[in-house]
């Protein structure tokens, strides 16, 4: 049992990497077009200006929201089950819906463990851990998703201002 919750936990470890890496690359780009928009402005027209001001407000509110994303979360973790789940027990946002003592009757369901198998302590830290950092990454993958919206919405501002400061001209 300890050797199966801690694969899962290292699948669920990944997925938070793999999060965190996401909004380093959103707040990276989110960085290059505000220093575009910003160079680009010479004070021109007022579309271009107005523009300009959606460029970095979009730009402003995709990091600030990739930026709290990263900020660590503390999840409280309920091991009395509701109910048992029949799902993928490696997918993030399976196991952040499941109560740690449901992922464990999972787990001796699924993977062919004694139906006698005595569950201890250690299985429950481990398997808590796991529903947290799950409920962790499910957060932070919708929070990315919410700031690439911004993120593009700040792009196609930003190419609605070339255009209009090219036709400008």
């Not at 928009?37 to 730009?59: C, E, I």
């Not at 402003?60 to 091991?79: D, E, P, Q």
């Not at 009395?80 to 992922?103: F, G, H, I, P």
């Not at 009757?105 to 796991?130: E, V």
Request: proline share 1%; aromatic share 16%.
């Amino acid at each position: 049992m300890k050797q199966t919750l801690k694969y899962i936990l290292q699948y669920v470890l990944e997925n938070l990497k793999i999060a965190e890496t996401k909004h380093s690359v959103i707040i990276a780009l989110n960085g290059a077009i505000i220093a575009l928009a910003l160079g680009f402005y010479k004070g021109g027209s007022g579309v271009v200006k107005y523009l300009n001001y959606l460029v970095l407000f979009f730009a402003g509110i995709s990091i600030i929201i990739s930026f709290f994303a990263l900020h660590s979360r503390s999840v409280n973790v309920k091991y009395k089950a509701k109910k048992y789940m029949d799902a993928n027990l490696l997918y993030y946002k399976n196991l952040a819906e499941q109560t740690s003592e449901e992922l464990l009757k999972n787990i001796i369901k699924y993977y062919n463990f004694p139906s006698n198998y005595k569950i201890d302590n250690f299985d429950i830290d481990l398997s808590s851990t796991i529903v947290a950092n799950s409920k962790v990454a499910r957060v932070k993958f919708a929070m990315f998703n919410t700031s690439t919206f911004f993120c593009v919405i700040s792009i196609i501002f930003c190419i609605a201002m070339f255009l209009f400061s090219g036709a400008l001209w």
